[in-house]
């Protein structure tokens, strides 16, 4: 079976390729890699079993969606708890908030 990659029409190749989230590795999976742009294709299964992964290292779910509100002048952004705990960020914790582009911000914690 000789799959082409979506992508880029380049070969795929069957192999274990070491899967990173958040800058954290969690270790090896199969993988069908792009010879030619290098995108990594995982199957159902193998998905289902990063998500585990994930889920146990308490790094599922940190991806969410806020709404932004009011204090005085000010805007507000809520970091989930698991967000918080994940960047070990608590009440008073100082923070720079810089733009990267117009479609976001990043929070850099000292
Ligand atoms: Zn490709």
Redesign the pocket.
């Given at each position: 079976m000789k799959d082409k990659?979506v992508?880029?029409?380049?070969t795929l190749k069957k192999k274990l390729v070491n899967y990173e989230i958040y800058g954290k590795s969690i270790g090896k999976f199969s993988a069908l890699v792009?010879d030619?742009?290098g995108?990594q294709w995982f199957d159902e299964k193998t998905s289902k079993k990063i998500q585990e992964v994930e889920k146990k290292k308490g790094l599922f779910g940190l991806s969410v969606e806020t709404k932004v509100s009011y204090s005085g002048n000010s805007l507000i952004i809520r970091v989930p708890k698991n967000l918080a705990e994940f960047m070990n960020i608590k009440k008073e914790t100082r923070v720079t908030l810089y733009p990267e582009n117009k479609d976001k911000i990043c929070v850099m914690i000292k």
């Open positions: 990659c992508l880029c029409g380049g792009c030619s742009c995108e």
